[in-house]
């Protein structure tokens, strides 16, 4: 689901809408006009007086909080997906809308999301998923930092690629925003050993098969419990990785020393909105933040007000984030990038 596009932009033709409505694709909207010209703050006006001139229309409120999902901020368009629902927006719509935020909100358990139906293999890996995340009282994963070599890309289609281990070997990690989630070649991965479901598990793999990583490390940094999918298309050696893990898992680049960090307290028991901010720049270091729109998939940054966003694999994000250290700022809706 592509919440977010440049041209020609479609969210509208995507947003909760009454029940009963034939919606057509329609014509850009002012604010999407304004999205496109990297106008984000008059996007957002406009949408705020969307709601305001018509508060019961549930098309306004679901645009609003896909805007404002866009921008990281999941708990106050939960609450206008919800609103839309009581003012009439079709329901499997705004289950759909939760899910796919969902996924940068680990901690929320996705049976519960209302007027959602998952399959049978779907909700024995939500059980699991969360029962991981539960994890041994005992065990304490992923509290220290850990920093492993990157391999920046240039290639306008990935950001780069690192290596995790699973349980029984290595793989190539390339986080691409095109995906969503962990996508792997094969259900019966030798090295990471991912856990199948619901009949599926005396089957050959299916593409889209629901699978879960019982434990990948980064370094001495170790993440359980992560969701992933079967993509055959993919060269066995190989996993690719979205933004949404980029996010949950807090990464930090540096495009100096060719690294990536998993900061301290990246554990599945702890929410990132409960994680101290990342460390901060050193006070010499000249520091930028580039606002962002997650586009659900992918990324868009918007580097200057009146000029297009620009995708954060495309070659011009490249150039403005080359030589940097980097991070996503959840909490201000940008990418903070330290030279």
């Known amino acids: 689901m592509l919440w977010l596009c440049v041209s020609p932009l479609a969210l509208a033709a995507q947003l909760p809408a009454a029940r009963h409505t034939r919606i057509d694709p329609p014509p850009p909207s002012r604010a999407e006009s304004l999205f496109a010209q990297g106008r984000l703050r008059a996007m957002e006006e406009t949408l705020y007086a969307d709601v305001a001139r018509a508060p019961r229309a549930p098309e306004a409120r679901g645009a609003l909080g896909r805007y404002l999902a866009s921008r990281g901020r999941f708990t106050i368009a939960e609450v206008l997906f919800a609103e839309a629902l009581r003012f009439g927006a079709d329901t499997a719509t705004v289950a759909q809308a939760l899910m796919t935020i969902a996924a940068y909100r680990p901690e929320i358990d996705r049976?519960?999301?209302?007027?959602?139906?998952?399959?049978?293999?779907?909700?024995?890996?939500?059980?699991?998923?969360?029962?991981?995340?539960?994890?041994?009282?005992?065990?304490?994963?992923?509290?220290?930092?850990?920093?492993?070599?990157?391999?920046?890309?240039?290639?306008?289609?990935?950001?780069?690629?690192?290596?995790?281990?699973?349980?029984?070997?290595?793989?190539?990690?390339?986080?691409?925003?095109?995906?969503?989630?962990?996508?792997?070649?094969?259900?019966?991965?030798?090295?990471?050993?991912?856990?199948?479901?619901?009949?599926?598990?005396?089957?050959?793999?299916?593409?889209?098969?629901?699978?879960?990583?019982?434990?990948?490390?980064?370094?001495?940094?170790?993440?359980?419990?992560?969701?992933?999918?079967?993509?055959?298309?993919?060269?066995a050696d190989e996993v690719r990785v979205g933004m949404d893990v980029v996010w949950t898992l807090e990464l930090q680049f540096d495009e100096q020393l060719s690294t990536v960090t998993v900061p301290a307290a990246v554990s599945a028991a702890v929410p990132a909105a409960a994680r101290a901010a990342p460390q901060a720049a050193p006070a010499s270091a000249a520091v930028e933040q580039i606002p962002f729109a997650l586009g659900f998939p992918g990324l868009w940054l918007v580097p200057q007000v009146g000029r297009p966003p620009v995708a954060i694999e495309s070659p011009a994000a490249r150039t403005l984030l080359r030589g940097a250290r980097w991070h996503l700022d959840p909490r201000q809706s940008t990418v903070v990038v330290a030279r």
Do not use: Y
Not at 182 to 192: C, P
Not at 215 to 230: N, P, Y
């Open 111 to 235: 049976r519960r999301i209302p007027g959602l139906r998952l399959p049978a293999a779907e909700r024995e890996r939500e059980r699991a998923r969360l029962a991981s995340r539960a994890g041994d009282p005992d065990d304490v994963p992923a509290t220290v930092p850990a920093t492993v070599p990157f391999t920046f890309h240039t290639d306008g289609r990935t950001l780069g690629a690192f290596v995790i281990r699973g349980r029984a070997g290595e793989r190539r990690a390339v986080i691409d925003p095109r995906v969503e989630g962990i996508t792997i070649a094969r259900a019966d991965d030798a090295a990471l050993q991912p856990q199948r479901f619901a009949g599926q598990r005396e089957r050959p793999s299916t593409a889209g098969e629901p699978l879960l990583l019982p434990e990948v490390w980064i370094g001495e940094c170790r993440i359980g419990g992560l969701a992933a999918r079967v993509d055959p298309a993919l060269p």
